[in-house]
């Protein structure tokens, strides 16, 4: 049972460079499902195993073993396995409950404030300029859906490249990658290893933001070359934005740039290709966690007396 709890924390660690194999060899906007089923399913495993193992140093204690109502010890490796396993289980669990915890409070106070100056100034439909010195723009999530962008941004854009910034951030919004960001983070609380596959993510949905924008505007040039300047305008200035609002300025800006400006040939043939080896590691973790944990409960049953050995 133990050695199988610790699979779905170790395989984890083989997530990231099939994610990001996974981004280059699906369109974008294919790889950001693939990517976050994934990693919600590995956290997922993760914290239902460090929770099997939890509760199964827990039973070893005549106390919890009482209240419990368990007649017969609890059958587990030697407890000089399960015990530090178990309490190494607490300490993770405590401290990913404790940093997304934080994160939400932080997140939460970030989005209240974009959406309340956003709100407090005059839209033109979905677009909501703010004087700032600092140029900025990013897809605000709510209702109703804002495309934020700042004075100095704007001065920074020609009008055709203004044009391309507000597609790609209107993309955002009508796809939802709030959503996803969102989800990213969670996964990436618990588990360490998750925060590359995290920023993998980002990346996809800037990337799928790229490609519906050239979509619209007909232009993948243009996009590129918008993206760059934004990029390069704003590269050095702070954001107040939460991290589940997308911006057109985020992730790595030259590879966004060379995937639009890449030969159709190219593109259409690495859409063809599925991530095997990051959905073979997802099911294999999912597996074990599950069947660790189906394998704890029947051994808590049989130590209530409730099923034989």
């Known amino acids: 049972m133990t050695v199988l709890l610790l699979l779905p924390l170790i395989l984890p660690f083989l997530a990231p460079v099939p994610a990001r194999r996974t981004l280059d060899r699906l369109a ?3 790889a950001l499902w ?17 929770g099997a193992l939890v509760l199964t ?6 106390a919890f073993a009482a209240l419990g109502e368990l007649v017969h010890p609890l059958r587990t490796p ?19 409950a404790w940093t997304l915890v934080r994160a939400v409070f932080r997140q939460t106070r970030a989005f209240r404030s974009a959406r309340a100056q956003a709100d407090r100034r005059p839209a033109a439909g979905d677009l909501c300029v703010i004087d700032s010195p600092d140029p900025d723009a990013y897809a605000l999530p709510g209702r109703p859906h804002r495309i934020v962008v700042t004075t100095a941004m704007l001065r920074s854009l020609g009008p055709a490249e203004r044009e391309a910034l507000f597609a790609h951030e209107r993309a955002h919004n009508q796809a939802g990658h709030h959503y996803f ?13 998750l925060r590359a596959t995290r920023d ?20 993948r040039r243009l996009i ?5 300047r934004a990029a390069l305008a704003g ?15 985020t992730g790595p800006v030259p590879q966004r740039v060379a995937a639009l400006l890449a030969p159709s040939e190219k593109r259409s043939r690495t859409t063809r290709r599925t991530a095997f080896l990051l959905v073979a590691c997802t099911v294999l973790s999912v597996a074990a966690g599950t069947t660790g944990v189906v394998d704890f409960h029947h051994e808590v049953e049989v130590a209530q007396g409730e099923e034989g050995p």
């Open 181 to 193: 960001l969102a989800a990213a983070e969670l996964a990436a609380h618990c588990h360490p290893a």
């Open 78 to 96: 030697s407890d000089y396995l399960v015990l530090p396993a178990a309490t190494a289980a607490t300490g993770a669990l405590t401290v990913s």
């Open 235 to 249: 590269h050095a200035s702070p954001s107040t934005r939460p991290d589940f609002a997308p911006a057109a300025t």
């Open 34 to 50: 693939v990517l976050t089923a994934s990693a919600l399913a590995l956290a997922g495993a993760c914290v239902a195993a460090l």
């Open 57 to 62: 140093g827990l039973l070893k204690l005549p």
């Open 224 to 228: 590129a070359t918008a993206i760059a």
């Open 28 to 30: 974008p906007a294919t």
């Open 200 to 219: 993998t993510i980002r990346l996809a949905a800037e990337r799928a933001a790229d490609e519906a924008a050239a979509e619209v505007t007909g232009d």
